[in-house]
């Protein structure tokens, strides 16, 4: 199949991955698209003319973009050509790239645009990121045209988060401090730890109790073990959700349970805040999550990207209890089951 020489509308479906076996013989030399088994989770971005320009590849935390270039007529020889042909490409590929990293949601109402246009230091961060992206596949076509795909990682320190991460950090500190100076606290946790005694008052007031030991005349029981929670997969099956850099875990009392401000910032940086699949049974096999996860249900997005997830007050509760002494939240041991 010939493709054209401007405006490449990229054909791609599922991964944006190359099989370079095809099209040896091919005068287009187009680029073929393999799929992976498990429904990836992955976003396209085109333009308004519903051009397809790259890919946002949620499930390896990859953004691939594809440029094609043509030998130029005021070439002097072939070999001219062919490097023209081939800069042209890349530069392509490479402004491809930036415009769908632009698209990549930070949090429920920004997106990479807004840091890019609003933040001189996340402009030239990016920038370089995509200077220094990856050429993932080549081909040369008989005429002596280049198509060429361009990837950038997400995580990493030299991924997107990397670059995101510290001015996403202010903000949302920012927006706690804020929401803690005009808001009471909401349903403070209530501990088993005993008051301690006032000056004057007599300890005897407060006696202590052996833990899982009944203080009555019934035989002594142990109190059984908590169960230790290796990972967090959360299912928002049938909300929408879209995926983020940062998203939120919110509670229906507005408590957040999770955000940059709870979670390891090397944990974000090295692998995001989170993994996206599209099945439970897929999630439960993920290492990302361990042994033995925790698998609640999310109730409704959040914010006008729909990225952050909120849970009912119960499942809040038990999700904050589980994370005491297991540390699966600063971790990032965090799964999202979308549709």
């Not at 190359?18 to 971005?45: F, I, N």
Request: charged share 20%; aromatic share 2%.
């Amino acid at each position: 199949m010939n493709m054209p020489r401007s405006g490449l509308p990229i054909a791609l479906a599922g991964l944006l991955l190359l099989s370079t076996a095809q099209a040896q013989d091919s005068g287009a030399g187009h680029l073929s698209v393999r799929k992976e088994a498990g429904e990836p989770m992955v976003q396209t971005v085109s333009t308004l003319e519903n051009e397809m320009i790259g890919r946002i590849d949620w499930d390896n935390k990859t953004v691939y973009a594809v440029g094609d270039g043509v030998p130029p007529m005021d070439a002097v020889n072939p070999a001219q050509a062919r490097v023209r042909a081939k800069r042209a490409a890349i530069d392509e590929a490479m402004a491809r790239l930036l415009e769908t990293v632009k698209e990549v949601k930070v949090d429920a109402e920004s997106t990479t645009r807004n840091f890019i246009n609003e933040n001189r230091t996340v402009q030239t961060r990016v920038s370089g990121l995509i200077k220094n992206a990856t050429v993932a596949e080549l081909r040369q076509a008989s005429d002596g045209s280049y198509q060429i795909m361009m990837s950038m990682p997400m995580t990493g320190s030299e991924g997107l988060t990397a670059s995101l991460l510290p001015t996403q950090m202010i903000r949302v500190q920012q927006a706690k401090t804020v929401t803690h100076a005009t808001h009471a606290p909401l349903n403070p946790p209530q501990t088993s730890t005993p008051s301690v005694p006032s000056a004057g008052q007599s300890a005897a007031t407060f006696p202590q109790a052996t833990p899982g030991v009944s203080s009555g005349d019934a035989p002594a029981t142990l109190a059984p073990k908590p169960a230790i929670y290796t990972g967090l997969i959360v299912d928002a099956r049938g909300l929408n959700p879209s995926p983020a850099a940062f998203p939120k875990l919110i509670s229906q009392a507005g408590d957040v349970l999770y955000d940059l401000t709870i979670v390891d910032p090397n944990a974000a940086t090295e692998r995001g805040m989170c993994d996206y699949k599209k099945s439970l049974d897929v999630a439960r096999q993920q290492p990302r999550t361990g042994l033995n996860p925790l698998v609640v249900k999310a109730v409704a997005t959040s914010g006008t990207n729909k990225t952050d997830l909120i849970l009912d007050d119960e499942t809040a509760k038990q999700v904050k209890s589980a994370e005491t002494g297991a540390g699966f939240l600063r971790n990032a041991q965090v799964i999202v089951v979308v549709d």
